[in-house]
């Protein structure tokens, strides 16, 4: 997933389960999803759902459009004989990056869409919705269900998007008004006490790494292969605010011998002192959050986040650690699935892996208290370049796009953040950015 989501599909395996059953979980996961994309935009107002604040970002009403525009194009123009399209000129409107599909504006321009209102975008989503429900009733194609599987796993990735886009109109707001400011919530870092760093290590050899087939998957998951691996540990946490701020106080962004070549010009360029929503005066450093702002005193046990590859390289480098690989992480985390999310514990493929998801409500990263779970709170940055596996083949079409024309120049992030829906998430999940990319929850695991 990258600025406008990315990450190709592919639901693998012959499924051994009736097509009834197939239709019957799609639309229950389809109804799922689409209403909890309207229940994560019901805290916006039609003002905040126009705003686009930084290059990656789309407006949260661009969000509702296209993630309806993908389910019309790609299912059912094919797929619902007699379907009515809701308004041609949405086929190119709100196209985010398939050039074989149609014209695309520009995605700089998603901010100038005043017309279609939030109302008809709203009712593009239903007329869409209904056509969807009548498809999965009238016993569909194969095919057809996978693609609706693949559009409520688009959505999910949009989700995401939605809650990272609005974190950042919010903090580039002079008034920084918080998503959500439920005052029962009480920020749970402080019953922690900053948990010690322990590392879990594994001996290594020749192990298995890509989608082993059951369930859905994201085509770049494919094919599963063999790769060695040298024996390694990894932190039993993320990197916390606390540990960051002393890289800082230690002259973190001001010591070239720490950093990549091209990630130091970032820092010059961009001025880089801190994380993304980190902000300074009299009293010190405050993190701005979904949920407002907090001082570092508050936040300092929980993971740091919106850190940029070449700024979690830097820490690892100053900590005298290095970041692991994706193959490193999925090793770890292949037993994480189930009930603790522990490394080397029993997995249960249809269960999500714990963590602070999305699900857990807390919309920003915590303290991990007992848990040792490789998964949530942050996109963890690793060393791997984004490369295809060996027999990674693209789609047919233009569904080809989503993904394999972006693997060059990013780096791989393993485990879902605080804003990925649960369900969403696997051990072999290859999520992705460009190295200086810093509006993600994106955080450090450190590795040796
Ligand atoms: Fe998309």
Redesign the pocket.
């Known amino acids: 997933m990258s600025a406008?989501?990315q990450s190709s599909f592919r639901v693998t395996a012959e499924s051994a389960e009736p097509l009834e059953n197939r239709a019957s979980a799609t639309a229950s996961r389809f109804i799922a999803t689409r209403r909890r994309t309207l229940e994560l935009s019901a805290r916006l107002t039609p003002e905040d759902m126009m705003v686009q604040s930084c290059a990656e970002a789309s407006p949260a009403k661009w969000h509702l459009a296209?993630?309806t525009w993908?389910f019309e194009s790609f299912i059912l123009r094919e797929f619902l004989p007699g379907y009515r399209v809701f308004n041609e000129d949405f086929t190119w409107l709100f196209n985010?990056y398939y050039q074989s599909f149609s014209a695309i504006p520009e995605k700089r321009l998603r901010a100038s869409f005043s017309r279609p209102g939030v109302d008809e975008v709203l009712r593009y989503r239903e007329h869409v919705d209904h056509a969807i429900e009548l498809l999965l009733e009238r016993n569909p194609l194969p095919e057809a269900i996978q693609r609706i599987e693949l559009g409520a796993n688009?959505e999910e990735?949009?989700q995401e998007l939605l809650l990272t886009d609005i974190l950042h109109a919010f903090f580039s707001n002079p008034l920084r008004p918080a998503y959500c400011s439920d005052a029962s919530w009480v920020y749970p870092a402080a019953s922690t006490g900053g948990k010690k760093i322990e590392w879990l290590s594994f001996p290594g050899g020749l192990s298995e790494f890509g989608h082993n087939g059951h369930g859905f998957c994201f085509d770049n998951e494919l094919t599963r292969h063999r790769v060695w691996l040298e024996p390694f540990a990894l932190a039993s946490r993320l990197t916390s605010c606390g540990e960051f701020a002393d890289f800082i106080k230690d002259g973190g962004y001001e010591r070239p011998e720490l950093w990549l070549s091209a990630g130091w010009d970032a820092v010059k360029a961009n001025g880089w002192r801190a994380p993304l929503y980190w902000s300074r005066n009299d009293e010190g450093w405050s993190v701005f959050t979904l949920r407002g702002e907090f001082p570092l005193d508050v936040v300092k046990d929980s993971p740091v986040s919106q850190v940029s590859y070449f700024e979690a390289d830097a820490y690892a480098r100053w900590a005298a650690m290095r970041l692991p690989t994706e193959f490193e992480w999925e090793h770890a985390a292949e037993g994480c699935r189930g009930n603790t999310g522990n490394p080397g514990e029993t997995e249960k493929p249809d269960e999500p892996p714990m963590g602070n998801f999305l699900d857990t409500g807390n919309l920003l990263p915590v303290a991990s208290g007992e848990s040792s779970s490789l998964f949530g709170d942050c996109w963890q940055w690793t060393a791997s370049a984004y490369l295809a596996y060996p027999g990674f083949k693209s789609l047919e079409g233009a569904l080809g796009e989503y993904n394999g024309k972006f693997m060059s120049g990013q780096m791989v992030l393993r485990g879902g953040s605080c804003v990925t829906p649960a369900a969403h998430i696997r051990s072999t999940y290859r999520n992705f950015f460009a190295p200086e990319t810093r509006w993600q929850f994106s955080g450090i695991r450190l590795a040796q």
């Open positions: 406008t989501t296209h993630t993908f985010s688009h990735q949009h």
